[in-house]
């Protein structure tokens, strides 16, 4: 119940963003806006869903963002600058993914090492490979690896809808998102993983190897970075190191949180981290549509729907409690 109301919540908000914004600007239900909105609401929730599942199990992940910039840098390296084939470059960076995820869930699990400091030196550490291996140059495909761009840039045409169509990325979002609840919902694996965050001592005296479903979340969480890092640069087709996918944890969270992860761990929503990835892309596309708000505050209004989101999720846990607490 309390995960729908969330859920509730943030849809409101997203239907009254939308609409506000709709308002204030004749671009934004274009169909070539509200298509674009899909593909990046399609890529920012494959990463989300990864955030989602370390915030479940009461952890945090900053190095989704350098994650996604050394995985999508290092494929067009390899195909484009050194020839490596497909079939070994691909499944080769996905790895990847998940051996920083599982090395940092064993320095938090195994190690003891806080989360919040793991993974910043994460953020680190992966910023400064992906430019020291590439040289710090800009890399992509140069109109090369069609095919294998096709995997993001195929559209779907809508009978009728002038010129609309359902994008690709969305098909593999909701393929991602699927088996996720399925997991979460309807796996013993996926009940003691919440079990996990919500009291991890009361779960190791039932039974549940804490331990293993903690390092399960980071692998998880890095996994779906690397792939929407390989999403990513599909999409865009070249990157520079330096800047490519810079905050995007701070979406990737936001969305998390906005979507009903509590940050105590123990709650999460599937669906309501995807309905707050494209809340996270409204408010964006919104602040560059609309003339008169500047394009450079965008991050203050990400930081400040974190936040308002946090506070949401405290007064509620209280709202809660004293409920209980008044009842008995």
């Not at 909105?37 to 890529?43: A, D, W």
């Not at 470059?89 to 699990?109: F, N, S």
């Not at 490979?129 to 779907?156: C, E, H, P």
């Not at 964006?284 to 008169?292: F, G, H, K």
Request: proline share 3%; glycine share 12%.
């Amino acid at each position: 119940m309390k995960s729908a109301r969330k859920i509730l919540g943030v849809f409101s908000l997203l239907v009254a963003t939308c609409v506000a914004t709709s308002a204030l600007t004749p671009y934004f239900l274009t169909s070539y806006n509200i298509e674009n909105l899909l593909r990046r609401t399609s890529l920012f929730g494959v990463i989300s869903i990864g955030a989602a599942f370390v915030i479940i199990v009461g952890g945090i992940d900053l190095s989704i963002g350098s994650v996604v910039a050394l995985v999508g840098c290092l494929l067009p390296w390899l195909l484009v600058e050194h020839g490596v084939p497909i079939w070994f470059a691909v499944p080769g960076v996905l790895l990847m993914g998940l051996v920083l995820g599982l090395c940092h869930g064993m320095l938090v699990q195994r190690v003891r090492l806080q989360p919040f400091i793991v993974t910043l030196c994460g953020l680190l550490i992966y910023r400064g490979l992906a430019r020291g291996i590439t040289g710090d140059q800009t890399v992509g495909f140069q109109n090369g690896f069609k095919g294998l761009r096709s995997i993001v840039k195929t559209r779907f045409e809508i009978p009728g809808l002038d010129g609309f169509a359902i994008p690709s990325t969305l098909l593999i979002l909701v393929a991602i998102a699927t088996l996720a609840i399925v997991f979460l919902r309807f796996t013993v694996w996926g009940r003691h993983l919440l079990a996990t965050g919500r009291n991890a001592s009361a779960a190791r005296h039932g039974g549940v190897r804490t331990d293993r479903y903690v390092v399960l979340a980071y692998v998880i969480c890095a996994g779906l970075a690397g792939l929407g890092g390989m999403l990513f640069i599909l999409d865009v087709g070249s990157a520079q190191p330096a800047d490519f996918g810079n905050f995007y944890e701070l979406f990737a969270i936001a969305a998390a949180v906005l979507g009903g992860c509590s940050l105590r761990g123990g709650e999460g929503s599937v669906i309501g981290v995807i309905i707050g990835a494209a809340l996270m892309q409204v408010l964006q596309n919104a602040i560059t549509l609309i003339d008169w708000i500047p394009d450079n505050i965008q991050y203050a209004v990400i930081g400040a729907v974190i936040i308002a989101g946090a506070v949401s999720d405290e007064g509620f846990r209280r709202f809660v409690l004293r409920r209980r607490v008044g009842s008995s």
